[in-house]
């Protein structure tokens, strides 16, 4: 009974855990088939992708009908371009990619791929047209080679080494004592959250998604590490119709459109500079960022004095 008890209970935390964070949706639905909300029409006929445009119309949503978390919003992603969600913690952000995911479905308003509601398509049709980089990935207590294969089952060990490659983790994989054979995850080599994330990134890049929806780590990296994650999310995301939630600023200015939310509702769009001479609450937010950064440098220097 215990035995028992404890991989559900971790399972029960797990999936809350989910729900609440955005954390690891796409193995969440393979693991938790029978916990799905969402139904397929009878016959739905499956996604078909062709360029990867998205289109969110009006869209309305609340996880309880008492409290609505997003009102009317709108926007498109041509296919090919680079979307960014940014906005205080609760603004509605990562509900925002659960709704495109299917996680939910929407109150009111439509989401549309190429031109098909997604409510009316197959959801296994339409996990495989999107690629999801979480913040934390979760690894299953198996080999590297596996956790990495899992984007796409089919793929042979020179495919597996050419995304590990470009998600710039294949040189620390010939680190590992049993290389691409080493046993990782809770009960194995325990890897950090930069080389978790490439594990994702390396899985995306071998599933080869058109969309990809990216949720920025949080956690502070050291510069090269930062950098090489960067370079390496540029590779996953190159000609793909990308969506993320940016949680530092500067890795966004190039972004084809940024949406700032608040309370669920967009209240500032556009580009970077755009949005700057606006001197709203993103301009407030670039700045509040800046003075972060000044204060670290300072207190760096400081250290490095000391
Ligand atoms: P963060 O930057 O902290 O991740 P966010 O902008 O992504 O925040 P969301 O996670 O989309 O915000 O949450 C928007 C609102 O919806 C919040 O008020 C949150 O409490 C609520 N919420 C999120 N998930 C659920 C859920 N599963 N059930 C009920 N309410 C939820």
Not at 61 to 80: C, D, Q, R
Request: charged share 25%; glycine share 8%; proline share 3%.
């Amino acid at each position: 009974i215990i035995q028992l008890y404890v991989p559900l209970n971790w399972f029960g935390t797990y999936y809350r855990q989910i729900q609440k964070n955005f954390v690891d949706m796409e193995n969440m639905f393979d693991l938790m088939k029978e916990e799905q909300e969402v139904i397929d029409a009878p016959g739905a006929p499956g996604l078909s992708v062709v360029r990867g445009g998205i289109d969110f119309s009006n869209v309305s949503f609340g996880y309880s009908p008492e409290k609505i978390i997003l009102k009317n919003v709108t926007f498109n992603i041509a296919p090919g371009k680079t979307v960014a969600l940014v906005g205080q913690s609760g603004a509605g952000k990562s509900t925002i990619m659960r709704l495109l995911f299917r996680f939910y479905d929407v109150n009111s308003g439509a989401i549309m791929i190429d031109g098909q509601n997604i409510k009316t398509v197959t959801q296994a049709s339409l996990r495989r047209a999107i690629g999801v980089v979480p913040q934390d990935t979760v690894l299953f207590n198996q080999t590297i080679k596996y956790n990495i294969k899992y984007g796409r089952i089919s793929a042979d060990d020179q495919e597996v080494i050419a995304a590990a490659r470009n998600a710039d983790i294949h040189e620390k994989i010939l680190a590992f004592p049993q290389q691409y054979e080493t046993q990782v995850g809770e009960r194995g080599l325990r890897l950090s959250g930069g080389e978790k994330q490439r594990v994702a990134i390396a899985r995306t890049i071998l599933k080869g998604p058109q969309i990809v929806l990216l949720d920025e780590a949080t956690s502070a990296l050291d510069t090269q590490t930062e950098r090489n994650i960067q370079a390496a999310l540029a590779r996953v995301c190159a000609n793909k119709t990308t969506l993320i939630i940016a949680h530092r600023l500067s890795t966004i200015i190039h972004a084809d459109e940024i949406l700032v939310l608040r309370e669920g509702e967009i209240i500032e769009r556009g580009r970077h500079e755009q949005l700057l001479q606006e001197q709203g609450l993103y301009m407030e937010m670039w700045n509040q960022q800046l003075k972060n950064m000044e204060g670290e440098k300072l207190r760096d220097e400081k250290d490095f004095q000391e």
